[in-house]
């Protein structure tokens, strides 16, 4: 039955009866007398047993007849974190789903960029999940049209097609089923003592399990950030983004109980994919309590666990990105990386204005890189042939680095790439893959550490030692980094 296909029916109820916060996204609890739908921690009381029963995703809870609660909004919960740890078919399948392939390509492209058949991934998602691809979708649309409603001055008409509703009739009546209100009533219910954002600007809270640690989080991606591309204003981390339908640039900055967000899009359809990327870089759908209970029972790693709980590890909101820079990094420090980095994004990048800040570009293409001089490149020739090769290869589509790659082939492919080793394999699949159980074990910093706490420093030994802590070795490498004084660990003042 589909109340049982993600823990026991008895773990579910204590869960809710408890509020416990830590499961939210992990599954739904519906309501028979009711009809709605929650997330485990709703504060209401909770229902008697009897009346409860558990779904896997708000999709199916839609599909069988529920609607959204208004208290707790179950459609903004964290996502669950098996997408993001696993690299099965219906992982890898529910990562493009959050990524808009659906709504872009429909479902028969979805099967081909997962290799299956489209009656495979049916199958498979509607065993795991209790809905098809199609209704995975149209739950995200329909959270993507709340979050218009509540946040932005569009017109509704507006609404619905950037939210990607074939119609307005389609968008009414999907947000009426689902929220048990009208598209008006939503909105008038949302700003009741409120103020909206500015013309443009989406602003919205990005939920997380707790505990979150944003230190390293943030400190990596400003430390490393490409001028031009990234920066740190007033307390928030900029970045451009490349997306579908145009370009956008996001404002993030942590919060004791999530994530503020400000997005600003030259098209508002890029929306529930930017929200997505902007997830997947922060790691937000990560489950903290289940990593570090696993990497405590180290005692190495218990204390620095206890002091700084909740350790995120950075990701990227573009694949292919992080690949050159992965490459541009090798042997030369942070400063440098960042200087290849501009040079290439000054050169080849694509112009935008940035009225609130002082970003300049978008990170360029591979297509834009494919034509690249090597000669240009102020870095040793086997560098530069490293370089061209990678770029050459991901523009011609033969190495998968999106939402959708199959991690084990993706390593394979670049292994095969002259002059990318271990560093490198592991560095892209950890940020760039997002495989939880990627590991540097040659990193520099992760040796370092490593030597200081007491543990083996070479490379094969430490490795033999990281297997206990399988499969959070991602992790546990920004545990390690977390153990120097480097800029990567810290938020500017």
């Known amino acids: 039955m589909l109340e049982d296909v993600y823990e026991c029916r008895e773990r579910c109820v204590r869960a809710v009866q408890s509020k416990d916060a830590r499961f939210d996204g992990w599954f739904f609890t519906a309501v028979l007398t009711t009809k709605i739908y929650c997330r485990p921690s709703c504060p209401v009381a909770p229902p008697k047993v009897e009346n409860m029963r558990f779904y896997p995703s708000a999709a199916a809870a839609q599909q069988a007849g529920f609607r959204a609660c208004k208290r707790c909004r179950p459609d903004a919960s964290p996502g669950s974190p098996e997408w993001n740890h696993r690299a099965d078919l219906v992982a890898r399948a529910m990562r493009l789903i959050a990524d808009g392939v659906v709504d872009r390509d429909g479902v028969p492209g979805l099967a081909t960029q997962l290799g299956y058949s489209v009656r495979q991934v049916q199958r498979q998602l509607q065993a795991e999940l209790g809905a098809g691809p199609l209704a995975l979708a149209r739950a995200q649309r329909a959270q993507t049209a709340r979050l218009l409603i509540e946040t932005s001055e569009l017109q509704m008409a507006d609404v619905a097609f950037a939210a990607g509703f074939s119609s307005v009739r389609t968008f009414n009546e999907t947000v009426q089923e689902v929220f048990a209100l009208a598209p008006t009533e939503l909105r008038t219910r949302a700003r009741k003592g409120t103020t909206t954002a500015a013309p443009g600007t989406i602003s919205l809270r990005l939920p997380f399990r707790a505990p979150l640690t944003p230190d390293n989080l943030f400190g990596h991606l400003i430390a490393t950030g490409v001028p031009g591309v990234e920066e740190w204003r007033d307390g928030h981390y900029r970045r451009t983004l490349r997306l579908p339908h145009g370009h956008g640039v996001v404002a993030l900055k942590p919060m004791p109980d999530h994530i ?177 159980d990627a590991f540097v074990a040659s990193d520099l910093g992760v040796r370092y550490a490593a030597r200081d706490l007491g543990l083996p420093e070479a490379p094969k030994p430490l490795t033999d030692h990281a297997r206990a802590w399988r499969p959070w070795r991602a992790y546990a490498v920004q545990y390690l980094w977390a153990t120097g004084d480097h800029a990567i660990n810290k938020i500017p003042e």
Not at 363 to 376: K, V
């Open 260 to 436: 503020a967000c400000q997005l600003s899009l030259t098209d508002q359809r890029d929306l529930a994919i930017a929200i997505s990327r902007c997830r997947r870089m922060l790691d937000l759908d990560a489950d903290p309590v289940a990593v570090d209970d696993l990497l405590s029972t180290d005692p190495v790693l218990a204390p620095l666990i206890a002091k700084a709980p909740g350790r995120r590890v950075p990701h990227t909101v573009d694949g292919e990105e992080f690949a050159v820079r992965a490459v541009l990094g090798q042997q030369v420090s942070t400063a440098a990386a960042r200087t290849h980095a501009h040079r290439l994004v000054r050169q080849h990048g694509e112009p935008i204005e940035d009225a609130a800040g002082g970003l300049t570009h978008l990170f360029p293409t591979m297509q834009a890189l494919a034509g690249l001089d090597p000669e240009t490149l102020a870095f040793p020739k086997s560098r530069r042939t490293t370089l061209t090769t990678l770029i050459a290869t991901l523009a011609a589509g033969e190495i998968e680095l999106g939402a959708g790659a199959d991690w084990e082939r993706a390593r394979e492919q670049l292994t095969a790439l002259p002059g990318i080793g271990p560093w490198t394999v592991e560095s892209i699949a950890m940020r760039a893959l997002g495989d939880p």
